[in-house]
């Protein structure tokens, strides 16, 4: 687990802030401007206040999300919301998760061995709820091995189970029909957006008809 200091540092990065600044937000959260001896439960309340005063949030209360693992994290929440196992895709919904998680309030805060937990505790559950198999083979195309393939794969899946997309279409057809492309290796990114995100909302259609 990161240390009380390389959690500190880790948001003083992540926030941009000046050595005057973070010692004035340790002085405000623990009554000392060092950070010499912090422990885990001196760290928490000086990232509590930062985040209190908006250090590495932007304004009106939108969240900035960044950092080694932010990109990861906001990309595997958004899978789970297109795969429906989550209910808000939001980054704030996120942020709540992470900090479940972790005890940490940001994951811009998040590094080394608790960046890897909270991307393999999403990739886990996404796995377990969904089916989405996240093995790579060296021996396909590499298309096959992107995040965005697989859950699309386990998209299909879900949606062909329950009649939504006819058993007999190939990938081809269903990208073809979305994003005007039949063959997945020529997708790019924003196809991929586009085309798991329209999958995610039939997804998200089927499950509520079943909810009730």
């Known amino acids: 687990m990161s240390t009380p200091h390389k959690r500190l540092y880790a948001a003083k990065k992540a926030a941009n802030l000046d050595d005057e600044t973070l010692h004035d937000c340790l002085e405000a959260s623990i009554g000392r401007r060092s950070a010499k001896g912090l422990t885990m439960i001196e760290c928490n309340k000086a990232l509590g206040y930062m985040e209190a005063k908006g250090h590495g949030v932007k304004a009106q209360g939108s969240t900035q999300i960044s950092g080694p693992f932010g990109g990861k994290a906001v990309a595997l929440w ?74 699309f794969c386990a998209q299909v899946a879900l949606l062909k189970q329950r009649d939504v997309i006819p058993a007999h279409h190939k990938f081809g057809l269903i990208t073809h029909s979305i994003v005007g492309k039949g063959d997945v290796q020529q997708l790019n990114g924003q196809d991929w957006i586009k085309l798991m995100n329209a999958l995610g909302a039939k997804v998200r259609a089927c499950l509520v008809r079943e909810a009730h």
């Not at 919904?93 to 937990?117: C, F, P, Y």
């Open 78 to 151: 958004l899978s789970a919301w297109n795969l429906g196992i989550i209910q808000d895709k939001t980054d704030k919904a996120l942020l709540s998760w992470v900090k479940r998680q972790t005890k940490i309030e940001h994951i811009n805060w998040v590094d080394g061995e608790d960046g890897s937990k909270v991307i393999d505790a999403l990739k886990g559950w996404i796995k377990r709820d969904a089916g989405v198999d996240w093995s790579t083979d060296k021996k396909l195309p590499s298309v096959y091995n992107r995040p965005e393939f697989k859950v």
